[in-house]
């Protein structure tokens, strides 16, 4: 193992389970830290200041890991910074790489967002018909200003070049450990592409029937997870249950079907799938009886793009 | 223009969801206002309409990581409603085990990371220590283990009940997906015990920290950090701290009894004012009328999170817990305590009643029932009411037919708390700046105001708890910048 690893972590525009993610790496944690030297890590652990970051030489830092989306200037901006001083950049969890739930949000206006929040929703009292302004005059002497909300989410990709992807909502606390250890160990694929098994979630699925040395059967009904109790150690898939693990990666050690429950795609797309959605609704779709059960799935785009709609070709909703 | 100067705290300016403190002083240099803005918005309300309402629990999840269990919770009880449908008794206790494993390990994190650093690196240390990292490096690498060492249980009792250990899957209306086996109760009853013993090592650590030491306590129960406003929280039959369900209490400044209600109930106790000026809205206790952001007897505004809760009830629900709380308001004397540093030891007494409960929870051996999953009715429309760690969460669901949300409203804990933290901003910001006279202890000494809200902006406008970095720019009275102060 090389000397300390410099590392610089930013939280942009996510919710912080990313963060969260690394802390429940718990007492392993205590371990690592001797290994690296956390020269950024802004805004949630370690308060070093930007300027410092600024000013530090380009390609200074080993390794960049940027969570969460882009939407706003500032978040663009630590995002080129981060680039220029850290000699591989991690976009690390689903919403950096892919842009992640949030990434919903593009498929709807600022319009349509701005009505919802201050207009429609029931406990809202707003008798003046306000919408916040990003410049007012309170009580006639105080000026304000709040920052421009600006419409859509982009992925990391889409604004710098990145070495590594990561997926996850948030990336499960035993794969974030083996990624950082692969990063410290200098063992990384070719830049460019995903830390990752490479396998999907089928492939470490103890449901997935082909690995009982069994074919899969075609889907005959479409179900709801409110609809029935799937069977024990069963695919969900068979039973009608629309779940993602064919085209998503397995690093997660297959969680949600363990208890029950289809993968949504979190773990972003298995290799060389360059759309998620896409991908994921040919797959399906191969697996259907007959085409008409299509329309037994409700809300498709909300599902087959529920992580990775602003890393998709279509990107945002097209006026 | 009364208003001459014009000082901005900026915490790292236009990240998602922060905030930004812009303080106003007159002519004499004294602070004549201060506002707390929040600067972003994400829409969670607007794009989950379309979508099924049992895909909703997971996905809402995400509008915080570190709040990783309450959105999910709050809305697969609004789920319930919407179905017309009570979970079963073992899939309610499930889920009372999962939200009671996420309280412990999240007061765990916010009284190391956030809280403690404070007094343990003291209140006007340097930024760069007061962090996690820095604590650690405190109180030695051992004991850093050991804490999150025991943390970590709670986390592994998500991860087995609710699949994801951080935006958890399991949860369906009228029930929980996943039974709970045998072996796996006995290994949360181990763990639980885990979690009281870490709960019990924080009260020691609080007690040797702040309640030994006169100067913090002298801090704690000064005027400066003193907001007089009224509280809710959720109770059961008895006035004790609920989490998972009960009924929301209000009381006034006095302590006196405002309103109950459950479900929908809540239309007719609250209202959220939009301001042009922030992009969260302001609650506001609608019995009272909107009276502006001004605290003191007769206000409308309220407050929720772990001191709210202990001031709407008459105890806790478990041993030792009850037990520190008799001794947190004997120690002040007076109910309720308006202190708002008083939030960080109300914060203590719930890690330790959430561990004492997971431990019941698991000692029962009725959980290992397979009837997980109850009948569903006709899907109109719902209200899920929980208390998350910061306050009370409520979601509102309305779908169609066939259970596909059509309308969505969301109350969080920090937006209950935006008034509240706007007078605690603006009287700290009095008390420290005087005569224009702004250096960096004491822009600490404001952040102390906001900071034991742990405000969650993730949360609202869907920030995350933490120290924030933060700007201070201090303008003349012809509108130049004089100086500016940064930690960031």
Not at chain 1, 242 to 269: A, E, H, M
Not at chain 2, 158 to 182: C, F, N, Q
Not at chain 2, 242 to 266: H, L, S
Not at chain 2, 347 to 375: F, G, T, W, Y
Request: overall charge negative.
């Amino acid at each position: 193992m090389a000397s300390k690893l410099s590392l610089a972590y930013f939280l942009s525009g996510g919710c912080g389970g990313c963060d969260m993610a690394i802390v429940d790496l718990s007492e392993t944690l205590v371990d690592v830290l001797p290994h690296l030297e956390v020269v950024f890590w802004a805004p949630t652990v370690a308060d070093v200041k930007y300027k410092d970051f600024e000013a530090m030489p380009d390609n200074s830092v080993d390794v960049g890991f940027y969570s969460g989306m882009v939407r706003l200037g500032e978040q663009e901006h630590i995002a080129r910074v981060m680039r220029q001083k850290c000699k591989v950049l991690v976009a690390y969890g689903a919403c950096a790489a892919l842009g992640g739930i949030p990434g919903m949000g593009n498929m709807h206006s600022k319009e349509e967002i701005f009505r919802t929040a201050y207009f429609d929703t029931y406990s809202t009292d707003n008798p003046e018909g306000i919408i916040p302004q990003t410049r007012c005059v309170v009580d006639g002497k105080y000026e304000l200003t709040l920052p421009e909300f600006y419409g859509y989410v982009r992925t990391l990709q889409d604004v710098v070049p990145v070495d590594y992807f990561v997926g996850g909502c948030p990336p499960h606390h035993s794969f974030v450990g083996q990624a950082i250890l692969a990063i410290l160990q200098g063992k990384l694929e070719q830049p460019g592409t995903w830390i990752t098994s490479g396998k999907s979630v089928c492939d470490v699925c103890d449901r997935n029937p082909v690995l009982k040395g069994k074919e899969r059967e075609p889907i005959k009904e479409i179900k709801r997870t409110i609809e029935g109790i799937p069977e024990e150690g069963e695919c969900l898939l068979e039973q009608g249950y629309i779940c993602l693990g064919p085209v998503t990666q397995g690093d997660c050690g297959s969680l949600c079907p363990k208890v029950n429950i289809p993968c949504r795609g979190c773990s972003g797309p298995i290799p060389a799938v360059e759309d998620f959605g896409l991908r994921a609704v040919g797959a399906i779709a191969g697996l259907l009886e007959n085409e008409e059960l299509v329309n037994h799935i409700p809300s498709p785009a909300k599902l087959f793009y529920r992580h990775s709609l602003p890393a998709s070709l279509l990107g945002k909703k097209v006026r | 223009m009364v208003a001459v100067k014009k000082i901005e705290i900026n915490p790292m300016t236009r990240l998602e969801g922060h905030g930004k403190i812009t303080i106003f002083l007159d002519e004499q240099g004294n602070v004549d206002n201060a506002f707390f803005q929040t600067v972003e918005l994400r829409g969670y309300e607007r794009f989950i309409r379309g979508m099924p309402i049992e895909e909703v629990p997971r996905t809402i999840s995400t509008i915080c990581g570190v709040c990783r269990c309450v959105h999910f919770t709050a809305s697969v009880k609004a789920a319930d409603a919407v179905y017309q449908v009570e979970p079963t008794p073992t899939a309610r206790k499930i889920r009372e085990l999962v939200l009671n494993s996420h309280y412990v390990e999240d007061h765990a994190a916010i009284l190391y990371a956030l809280g403690f650093p404070d007094f343990v690196v003291g209140p006007t240390a340097s930024p760069s220590e007061r962090n996690l990292i820095g604590l650690i490096q405190a109180v030695g690498a051992e004991t850093g283990k050991l804490v999150l060492k025991k943390r970590r249980a709670a986390v592994k009792v998500i991860e087995m009940l609710a699949g994801k250990p951080i935006h958890p899957v399991a949860a369906l209306p009228g029930g929980w997906s996943k039974r709970v086996t045998e072996e796996e109760r006995r290994e949360i009853l181990n763990l639980a015990n885990e979690m009281v013993e870490l709960a019990r090592l924080t009260l020691k650590v609080f007690e040797d920290v702040v309640l030994k030491n006169k100067d913090y306590m002298e801090l704690v129960t000064g005027d400066v950090y003193k907001v007089v406003v009224n509280y809710m929280g959720t109770v059961d039959e008895k006035n004790r701290v609920q989490y998972y369900d009960g009924t929301q209490q209000i009381v006034d400044t006095e302590g006196r009894e405002i309103g109950r209600f459950t479900g929908k109930g809540y239309l007719d106790f609250i209202a959220e004012r939009v301001l042009p000026w922030s992009y969260l809205k302001m609650p506001y206790l609608k019995p009272l009328g909107y009276k502006g952001i001004v605290d003191g007897p007769g206000t409308s505004l309220y407050c929720v999170g772990p001191l709210a809760r202990l001031n709407v009830a008459e105890g806790m629900d478990t041993p030792l817990a009850q037990e520190a709380f008799e001794k947190m308001f004997a120690t002040f004397g007076v109910k309720p305590v308006h202190y708002t540093l008083a939030y960080h030891w109300a914060r203590v007494i719930e890690l330790l009643n959430a561990a004492e409960k997971v431990k019941q929870i698991a000692a029962d051996e009725s959980i290992i029932s397979p009837d997980i999953r109850a009948k569903l009715g006709k899907p109109s429309e719902g209200v899920g009411i929980i208390e998350a760690c910061r306050g009370t969460l409520i979601h509102h669901y309305k779908t169609d037919d066939s259970g596909v949300v059509q309308e969505a409203n969301l109350i969080v804990a920090t937006t209950h708390n935006k008034g509240p933290i706007n007078v605690a901003v603006k009287r700290a910001a009095a008390h420290f700046i005087r005569n224009g006279k702004v250096d960096e202890g004491i822009s600490n000494l404001i952040e102390i105001a906001y900071r034991p809200y742990d405000i969650c902006l993730a949360c609202a406008t869907h920030v995350l708890p933490g120290r924030l970095p933060v700007e201070i720019d201090i303008y003349d009275h012809r509108g130049e910048l004089l100086k500016t102060l940064r930690n960031f």
